[in-house]
């Protein structure tokens, strides 16, 4: 990571900052730009919560954090750099005193202020009216909103409505995590900057697309939330969607902001519409039951903790989408996440065709596709299969394949891999919108999501069992295998 001078001095606010977003991803990613030295030396980091902190209790409380969720041993240099930068503002959302308290904080700060929303979207107008109340927002202010945004499209169009009285679209930063990683950042120079890959990226040379984002987690205590979300809510709305549009994007113009999420919009846009005609036929709903996973019992999803045992929501997730344009004409992408499956694991697939002639047949019958794999987590990188000669001197001609494999820890030994967040941070902090995701993005999500829900709400069917431990429910093989085709696992 290169440092940017770009950089203005900052007030950062996190408002939920003792929950959990903040406490194991928020405070350490703050704390690995300052390792790499790129917080500017006059900003000052303030959370903001309800809980009844005074400043050393919260400064003990984020060291005690970084040491859990930060692999590394912390550099104690850095680390006392780091928590002079922290405040605490004990703040109710719904109190006008406890924003002027706010408000007195931030007065001995930085004219650029950072307002980072580690809450549920529910209390975004809140915050809003009372940072508008207390005279906190100014037009060199930014404002971070986590995912999702709503639970359907109505009700994301009151969020962003309650959050743009206060906010320009050139203000607000909507955040995926997803669009933070390595292996997705890299998408773009795959494609762009490749002519291997430029010119062979379209329905003439590939068969298909697989993206799978598995968790081996169930809903891990969060059952009040999860239940209300679902898979398709939680997860496909926002980082399966995200991916599926940058790997399918036209080029944009340039790597400006509104280039590169003007060409997302378009695909999103070109999604065939799923509902109740082509729901049973496209998708796969499912939900996970008893199991084992790593040798150990869990419980299915009705088991859970606080569980409404009568619960019709997914855990689960398989999607067949098309994209109606001429460069993914006749090219099925193929979505699939879920909770409990056999490991954690997410990825993308890009299928060539296959060869039209085989001329070694002798050794090898039939010539597999090459196959583009990038792998998002745990293991960030890429792979390419393809065929290769079998050294010897043998009359026939033997072939095998083989994978010209990538792997970012492996090729770049000697550099961290940077945490999403960390990068992402560091875009709101540089003014930078590229990676974050415009409100008509959102928008054209949800709208093809709810025709999908609307669908399988009125067919009133369960979704599917799946063991714990698995890859899915059985009908989701059945869901690709119908096109002579099968999963990756």
Not at 83 to 102: E, I, N
Not at 331 to 347: C, D, I, N, W
Not at 364 to 392: F, H, S, W
Not at 453 to 467: G, L, R
Request: charged share 25%; glycine share 6%; with cysteine.
């Amino acid at each position: 990571m290169n440092k940017l001078d770009c950089q203005s001095a900052s007030d950062i606010i996190i408002f939920g900052a003792a929950g959990d977003l903040s406490r194991r991803k928020l405070l350490p990613a703050l704390y690995q730009l300052e390792l790499s030295g790129l917080l500017h030396q006059d900003s000052r980091i303030i959370g903001v919560a309800r809980s009844d902190f005074d400043n050393n209790s919260f400064v003990e409380l984020a060291v005690k954090n970084l040491k859990t969720f930060i692999s590394e041993t912390l550099d104690e240099q850095v680390l006392a750099k780091f928590v002079a930068r922290l405040v605490y503002q004990k703040l109710d959302f719904s109190s006008t005193d406890g924003f002027k308290a706010l408000a007195k904080t931030l007065a001995q700060g930085n004219d650029t202020r950072v307002y980072y929303f580690s809450t549920p979207p529910a209390v975004y107008g809140a915050i809003c009216d009372g940072l508008d109340a207390a005279k906190l927002i100014t037009a060199n202010d930014r404002v971070v909103m986590e995912k999702p945004i709503g639970h359907c499209l109505e009700s994301s169009k009151v969020i962003n409505d309650q959050v743009s009285r206060f906010f320009n679209e050139s203000q607000i930063y909507r955040i995926d995590h997803y669009l933070g990683k390595e292996t997705v950042l890299n998408l773009l120079v795959l494609r762009f900057a490749n002519s291997l890959f430029t010119s062979n990226w379209d329905h003439n040379c590939i068969d298909h697309v697989q993206i799978t984002i598995a968790e081996s987690v169930g809903i891990e205590g969060r059952w009040g939330f999860y239940d209300d979300a679902g898979q398709m809510r939680d997860m496909m709305q926002n980082h399966l969607l995200q991916i599926l549009s940058l790997v399918a994007m036209e080029p944009p113009a340039d790597l400006s902001a509104d280039s590169i999420r003007d060409e997302k919009l378009k695909v999103l846009k070109a999604l065939r519409p799923i509902n109740r005609s082509n729901v049973k036929e496209k998708t796969v709903r499912g939900q996970y039951a008893d199991g084992f996973l790593k040798g150990h019992a869990v419980p299915g999803y009705l088991q859970e903790e606080g569980a409404n045992e009568n619960s019709k929501t997914e855990t689960f997730v398989a999607i067949k989408a098309e994209i109606d344009n001429w460069r993914w004409a006749g090219v099925p992408f193929y979505l699939r996440t879920g909770k409990r499956m056999a490991q954690k694991h997410s990825e993308i697939a890009i299928h060539f065709k296959e060869q039209p002639h085989n001329i070694f047949s002798d050794s090898y019958t039939e010539l597999p596709a090459n196959k583009l794999t990038i792998r998002l987590q745990p293991d960030e990188g890429m792979e390419l299969q393809v065929m290769n000669k079998i050294p010897g001197i043998a009359s026939q001609m033997n072939i095998q394949e083989n994978k010209l494999d990538l792997s970012f820890s492996k090729a770049y030994a000697d550099t961290r891999v940077v945490d999403a967040y960390e990068r992402l941070m560091l875009e709101v902090l540089n003014g930078n919108q590229s990676l974050f995701v415009r409100r008509d993005e959102v928008e054209q999500a949800w709208h093809w999501v709810d025709s999908i829900i609307e669908a399988w709400q009125t067919s009133n069917d369960k979704p599917k069992p799946y063991a714990a431990g698995s890859w899915g429910p059985v009908s989701s093989i059945s869901l690709i295998a119908r096109d002579d085709r099968q999963w990756d696992e």
